[in-house]
T-cell receptor, first 112, second 118 residues
Framework: LAKTTQPISMDSYEGQEVNITCSHNNIATNDYITWYQQFPSQGPRFIIQGYKTKVTNEVASLFIPADRKSSTLSLPRVSLSDTAVYYCLVGPPEYNTDKLIFGTGTRLQVFP | DAGVIQSPRHEVTEMGQEVTLRCKPISGHDYLFWYRQTMMRGLELLIYFNNNVPIDDSGMPEDRFSAKMPNASFSTLKIQPSEPRDSAVYFC????????????????FGPGTRLTVL
């Protein structure tokens, strides 16, 4: 089981770049790194996933160093609507209950 | 598609009562998941189904919890008898394949059911 560690909370202001780092020292060779976003009173939703190096989509960027023991979710120029909980998950494509642990995530609060 | 549908959205009950939560997954999705979310423990997977068959229920907290999926478009999570510590938000999610970790096959979550057991 590749456990993950991420900050409990972060604060930012509108227009700033936010970087949330997740540690996963025991990541396995076939594990992917996936981030979900959860707005208040809603279920989580997938935002980005990667295996190594850098991945970018319309929502965020994901940076993964060569050793893959950590990853950083980068949100460019955040707005108030980015206030949410962000979860880092690490696991293989196939399911196993032990690996599908979202945990408490990182609670991002964006201020005006 | 309307997405994953859950009912009720809110449920308040008294300790000892039976509670039934309902979920309609996205049409065509082969996997269905039940999660529980609390402030203390975050989001936990309780059980998941593949093609209506329960695959792994090791996340179910105890025998008071049971889940069924009688057909591809409906699932229930039942708590009998309910206890105050069961108070949480319960989410249902579905996915097309054994994904969640894949950018091409993610889990789609419903709006959740907020359960309060007094």
């Amino acid at each position: 089981l590749a456990k993950t560690t991420q900050p409990i909370s972060m604060d930012s202001y509108e227009g700033q770049e936010v970087n949330i780092t997740c540690s996963h020292n025991n990541i396995a060779t076939n594990d992917y790194i996936t981030w979900y976003q959860q707005f208040p009173s809603q279920g989580p939703r997938f935002i980005i996933q990667g295996y190594k190096t850098k991945v970018t989509n319309e929502v965020a960027s994901l940076f993964i160093p060569a050793d893959r023991k950590s990853s950083t979710l980068s949100l460019p120029r955040v707005s108030l609507s980015d206030t949410a909980v962000y979860y880092c998950l690490v696991g293989p494509p196939e399911y196993n209950t032990d690996k599908l642990i979202f945990g408490t995530g990182t609670r991002l609060q964006v201020f005006p | 598609d309307a997405g994953v549908i859950q009912s009720p959205r809110h449920e308040v009950t008294e300790m000892g009562q039976e509670v039934t939560l309902r979920c309609k997954p996205i049409s065509g999705h082969d996997y269905l998941f039940w999660y529980r979310q609390t402030m203390m423990r975050g989001l936990e997977l309780l059980i998941y189904f593949n093609n209506n068959v329960p695959i792994d229920d090791s996340g179910m907290p105890e025998d008071r919890f049971s889940a069924k999926m009688p057909n591809a478009s409906f699932s229930t999570l039942k708590i009998q008898p309910s206890e105050p510590r069961d108070s949480a938000v319960y989410f249902c999610a579905s996915s097309l394949l054994a994904g969640g970790y894949s950018s091409t096959d993610t889990q789609y979550f419903g709006p959740g059911t907020r359960l309060t057991v007094l």
